[in-house]
């Protein structure tokens, strides 16, 4: 999330949205009580939309391999300001799941891109779909300290919620100024291999030379005065062999679109990858500034290993025994995740209507102990802007990117009751502050 905030606020105008009101922001979620929250992904919902207009697009593959403990995401992202001026970047993070603090991460910006479909290619870069639509291949050498070789296949339907997964702003939706765009493949297997590029390290060796024994005829004056005692720096290059890290477990994809600065469309995010042996639970969710009347748009997965088992709208974040940190943010030391839908196996949409369909509620939640990274989203920019837009906008985004060993709880009318511990990685952003 961090290159998408950013991408957005550096091109900040610097003035706050007036107050629009609720019926100037059309949630994907909006019409969806009491029926199907969702359809299936086709390959046409994969294919880039790279509008004329200021937006950021990305690809994003999430894994966790439960056999090395390795876990990270490797992500395409392609921005365009204004219609004129379009790049792409490669970013990529890799941590140990008990230690997320201490992670690679790399920032690569693409040369000689382009889009073609559903298929994304730089130069040293490509990421297709199969052409059965149930896999995608992420090969990169674009970056000179890492390798990208992953392939992921789906194990479970993909899911766009509402007609588009789109929530659009404006006060006509046919014709919006804005949107926030998602779509998912919720739990999918990886299998690949990451090469981390051990930078060539500089070693510098002291040697102290000493000419007593020579005359002056050797040399001239001058110059066996200036060689006397001399230290010399003899340096040499040691260029340590590559990490390898093989890949093979559980994956996440989520394609993503922002077609408005961030910081309009949004003034908090939360956002989590939970993996299990078992189960999957993703949850996207945001609040809009007051500008749009602080609303909440919040979509959330359940699958177990090859079904969604719900795709809910009526989710609950608690950010719990939060503490004002040195930024100014209340940070969450523990967090609860509540997720309350339908069963979607063997679930007719009549029978949501009618009130007939199984109610499922699935919470998640645990400690978050482990924080990999505040991220301060301005860190990039330039002094002169960050403290324009903190000024004037009140604007003072930060990332809390964390990962946790979390708890899972899922129970219905007459299914039995699932319990299962597994690993999360959750992001809570602060942009701009929403209270009273």
Request: net charge negative; proline share 3%.
């Amino acid at each position: 999330m961090l290159r998408w905030v950013q991408s957005g606020i550096s091109a900040v105008t610097g003035l706050a949205e007036p107050a629009y009101g609720r019926e100037a922001i059309h949630p994907v979620t909006d019409g969806l009580e009491n029926k199907k929250t969702f359809s299936t992904l086709t390959a046409d919902d994969l294919k880039w939309l790279h509008p004329d207009t200021t937006n950021v697009e990305t690809q994003t593959f999430y894994f966790t391999c439960f056999e090395t403990g390795y876990m990270g995401f490797a992500q395409i992202i392609h921005s365009t300001v204004i219609g004129l001026y379009t790049t792409a970047q490669q970013t990529f993070k890799i941590f140990h799941k008990d230690t997320p603090d201490d992670y690679v991460w790399t920032s690569t910006k693409l040369e000689d891109f382009r889009i073609e479909g559903t298929n994304f290619y730089a130069k040293n870069l490509k990421v297709e779909l199969s052409e059965d639509g149930n896999s995608l291949h992420f090969e990169s050498n674009a970056s000179d300290e890492v390798s990208i070789d992953l392939t992921i296949n789906k194990t479970v339907q993909g899911v766009k919620f509402g007609k588009d997964g789109t929530t659009y702003y404006g006060d006509d939706i046919n014709e919006p100024w804005g949107l926030m765009r998602h779509v998912f493949w919720p739990r999918c297997n990886v299998n690949g291999v990451i090469k981390l590029e051990e930078k060539e390290i500089l070693l510098e060796e002291e040697e102290e030379v000493k000419d007593n024994n020579k005359n002056d005829d050797d040399v001239d004056g001058d110059k066996k005065s200036e060689q006397q005692d001399q230290i010399e720096i003899e340096k040499k290059i040691e260029k340590k062999d590559p990490i390898i890290r093989p890949i093979n477990g559980i994956s996440m994809f989520v394609m993503a679109l922002q077609g408005m600065k961030p910081h309009h469309a949004a003034a908090s995010w939360n956002f989590m990858n939970f993996i299990s042996p078992k189960h999957s639970v993703v949850v996207m969710d945001f609040t809009t500034p007051k500008s749009y009347d602080r609303t909440n748009v919040s979509v959330g997965i359940v699958t177990d290993e090859s079904n969604i088992i719900s795709c809910t709208i009526d989710n609950k974040i608690n950010h719990l025994e939060s503490k004002i940190d040195s930024v100014g943010w209340p940070v969450p030391h523990k967090i609860e995740f509540i997720l309350k839908g339908f069963l979607n196996t063997n679930t007719l949409e009549e029978d949501i209507e009618n009130g007939k369909a199984t109610k499922v509620e699935t919470i998640v939640k645990g400690d978050l102990g482990n924080l990999s990274e505040r991220v301060d989203v301005m860190a990039e920019i330039p002094t002169f802007v960050k403290n324009f837009v903190n000024g004037v906008v009140g604007t003072k985004p930060y990332i809390y990117q964390f990962c946790n060993k979390l708890h899972l709880s899922s129970h219905g009318d007459g299914l039995e009751t699932v319990e299962e511990d597994g690993v999360a990685y959750c992001e809570v952003t602060f942009i701009s502050d929403i209270s009273d």
